[in-house]
């Protein structure tokens, strides 16, 4: 963080208490095999716990076995998404197919994907099996 190694995961939330609401911290870390860095502002601590709980991530569920979520407007144009939807968890077929969390779904059999609700739906009224398109996020 800040460029300090953090040796324990202990660590990092020790440095972490050192800084003040509204600092901005540099945190580099390996995603999917590659060194990446990220940039995220200090918010106060009861304000946060409040937004974790709220914003923990949905189990897989439903007959694709997908967690999904709407991009943020930031996320849809690093992206260059006209539509999809963000996978944030994955279980079943879609993970043993090589789906994996941060992918956009796009479509469910050639139809674009604009909801979690129509994702749904489309699943369901879906014949035996179902052809998703997927689109790697990172």
């Known amino acids: 963080m800040n460029g ?6 202990g660590d ?18 390996w995603h999917y095999g590659a060194r990446r860095t990220i940039r995220a502002q200090l ?3 009861d304000v946060t716990a ?8 949905p189990a897989p569920q439903g007959r694709l076995g997908l967690a ?5 407007p930031d996320e849809r144009r690093a992206s260059g998404a006209t539509a999809g939807l963000l ?9 043993q197919a ?20 129509q994702a749904s739906l489309a699943a369901d009224w879906s014949g ?5 398109s997927c689109s790697a996020a990172r």
Do not use: F
Request: proline share 7%.
């Open 4 to 9: 300090q190694l953090i040796d324990l995961s």
């Open 12 to 29: 990092l939330p020790a440095l972490i208490g050192l800084g003040r609401p509204g600092d901005i911290v540099a945190l580099d870390v």
């Open 43 to 45: 918010d106060d601590a």
């Open 50 to 57: 409040v937004r974790h709980a709220d914003a923990a991530v």
């Open 68 to 72: 999904l979520r709407p991009l943020q």
């Open 87 to 95: 996978i944030e968890g994955v279980s079943g077929a879609a993970a």
């Open 98 to 117: 090589g789906v994996l969390p941060e992918d956009l779904l796009l479509a469910i059999d050639d139809d674009p994907v604009t909801s979690v609700a």
């Open 128 to 132: 035996k099996s179902v052809a998703i």
